[in-house]
């Protein structure tokens, strides 16, 4: 009898290990992970006679187990936390737990069943370890259809577990690779629609003199600046920070640029241009996205300044002989409610006088003791430098931005336009 019992003993470990073996040859030959864990899943029940199972992953940052299931209408990700539920335990101890009535532990998490329909009566749940011996995930095996999970069918989840998180970091770590190439990609053609945008020269202006200047801190910025003269003489000029980066925030500053260039030659009033906008920037950008901007508008002959503030910093008018001005009549943001009115302000400009836009990349670049910038250290640079040609201006509050950040990584973009009005 003994007998008998040690050869079907031999015959089942021969075939698991033969199980095993086309297991882990089926399970390297693929990088997809749903196709993985699919695989896994599927040679994991037939062996050991269970009617169905889930496999959870870790997600090591959010301290959480989570699963892909599929439902009669679609695709379903079950999250759990670490200690939580029977699988939650798993992940959290190392320790393989086999019941014969799950009801009876206090740590069986009811609500799937309760969701789900289903009954579940048996199970083993073991860690999914790698050959550092680190938990990359559990396997929850549900209902044997004769009897109960055994001490050999831990034996088999552990086998399995070594081929199996090979497998499976081995997708993770391609699918990585294969996001960053497309974040790359992203971001160049990102960086060719900011190319394309930003304008190639300014306009000559009769007694103005102008100069832009921008720094991404990545490949690709959010922030656009533009500057057009019309028919009539007048120049508009516009400096905007759009909330997102990438393909997305280029595409939206994109829009506005192409907007702006549009209404500008219908020389409308500078707060019906800003509602103008503001509705194409609603209508076109997803629950996030907006644009903070300055919109203004000089005529050389009269001197005056036109300006709407649309939720941006507020830009300065310097004199010679005189304090500064800061520009703050407008409204919130472009983009953000899809029905706003804009106060419009004006300023009369005289010789010599310097006007000042920025983004906040300016003021809020960080030092290493987190020290931002500031807009006093800025007005105090661009006084010091006041009467020099308006692009050394720039130039030397860059430098100044440089050194006070003293190489540490910066988060957002740097843009800076400047106008003087020279006689």
């Known amino acids: 009898m003994n007998s008998r019992k040690t ?11 033969r199980i095993l073996a086309k297991a882990s040859e089926l ?68 320790k393989t737990v086999r019941l014969k009535d799950v009801y009876r532990d206090k740590r069986f998490y009811r609500d799937i069943d309760r969701q789900s329909g289903f009954r579940t009566k048996t199970m083993i749940c073991a860690p999914m370890k790698n050959r550092a011996g680190h938990i990359v995930g559990v396997f929850q095996i549900l209902n044997k259809k004769r009897g109960s999970f055994t001490s050999e069918d831990a034996r088999f989840l552990k086998a399995i577990s070594i081929p199996a998180t090979i497998a499976i970091e081995n997708a993770r770590l391609h699918h990585a690779e294969v996001e960053t190439q497309r974040m790359q990609r992203e971001l160049e053609l990102a960086a060719a629609i900011q190319q394309q945008i930003l304008p190639k020269s300014l306009p000559c202006v009769p007694e103005t003199q102008l100069s832009a200047f921008t720094k991404p801190c990545r490949e690709v910025g959010g922030d656009f600046y533009d500057a057009i003269e019309s028919d009539d003489g007048k120049l508009t000029l516009a400096i905007a920070d759009v909330s997102g980066k990438g393909v997305a925030g280029a595409l939206l500053v994109s829009t506005f640029q192409a907007a702006l260039h549009t209404y500008v030659e219908f020389r409308l009033p500078l ?149 003087r009005v020279t006689d």
């Open 27 to 94: 399970l390297n030959s693929s990088l997809d992970l749903n196709r993985i864990l699919d695989l896994l899943l599927k040679h994991t029940t037939a062996n050991l006679n269970a009617s169905t199972g889930t496999i959870y992953l870790v997600d090591r940052e959010k301290k959480e187990l989570f699963a892909r299931i599929r439902t009669d209408r679609k695709m379903v990700e079950i999250r759990l936390a670490i200690g939580k539920g029977i699988s939650g335990y798993v992940a959290k101890t190392g």
């Open 7 to 17: 050869i079907q003993v031999s015959k089942q470990t021969v075939s698991r290990l």
């Open 271 to 419: 707060k019906t241009l800003a509602m103008k906008l503001n509705r194409i920037i609603f209508e076109d950008s997803t629950v996030e996205g907006f644009i903070t901007c300055v919109l203004c508008t000089y005529d050389p002959k009269t001197r005056i300044l036109r300006y709407v503030n649309a939720g941006h910093n507020h830009p300065m008018v310097f004199r010679t002989g005189g304090p500064g001005l800061q520009l703050d009549r407008g409204g919130i943001g472009l983009g953000m409610l899809s029905d706003v009115s804009y106060e419009e302000g004006e300023v009369v400009l005289g010789a010599h006088d310097l006007l000042f836009l920025y983004t906040d990349g300016v003021t809020e670049a960080m030092n290493a003791d987190q020290d931002l910038y500031g807009e006093a250290r800025l007005w105090a640079r661009v006084r010091e430098h006041l009467l020099f040609p308006v692009n050394n201006i720039a130039g030397h509050v860059w430098d100044d931005v440089h050194r006070f950040s003293e190489g540490v990584q910066q988060v957002d973009d740097l843009t800076m336009l400047l106008m």
